[in-house]
Nanobody, 123 residues
């Protein structure tokens, strides 16, 4: 049974920062590619960032590149998303997801999902 639990969401002013965490209860966490997606109200879920099993490779959506950083601590079975210079358009429910093998940007390739955490950026 794989469980992903996100935390760290909240309300922040534009220009502020938040750090999301995703704790995974999964065997061999270090073998899983981890990613963050987000879904604004009334819109489709979209890719934000992903990190390889070792942490040596990462990929970002153009909209967050240079502002967000994904990282993982395999000893703690946790993946993080540091979000800086937040904008109102970053407002969404943020989801953690897991897959095996290589980094991907499509929601259909991820097999496990968390319940999401709300991030709201006020202008």
């Amino acid at each position: 049974q794989v469980q992903l639990v996100e935390s760290g969401g909240g309300l922040v002013q534009a220009g502020g920062s938040l750090r999301l965490s995703c704790a995974a209860s999964v065997r061999a966490f270090s073998r899983w590619v981890m990613a963050w997606f987000r879904q604004p109200t009334g819109k489709e879920r979209e890719f934000v960032a992903a990190i390889s099993w070792s942490g040596g490779d990462s990929n970002y959506a153009d909209s967050v590149k240079g502002r967000f950083t994904i990282a993982r601590d395999n000893a703690k079975n946790t993946v993080y998303l540091q979000m800086n210079s937040l904008k109102p358009e970053d407002t969404a429910v943020y989801y953690c997801a897991a897959k095996q093998w290589g980094i991907a940007r499509s929601t259909t390739e991820y097999v496990y999902w968390g319940q999401g955490t709300q991030v709201t950026v006020s202008s």
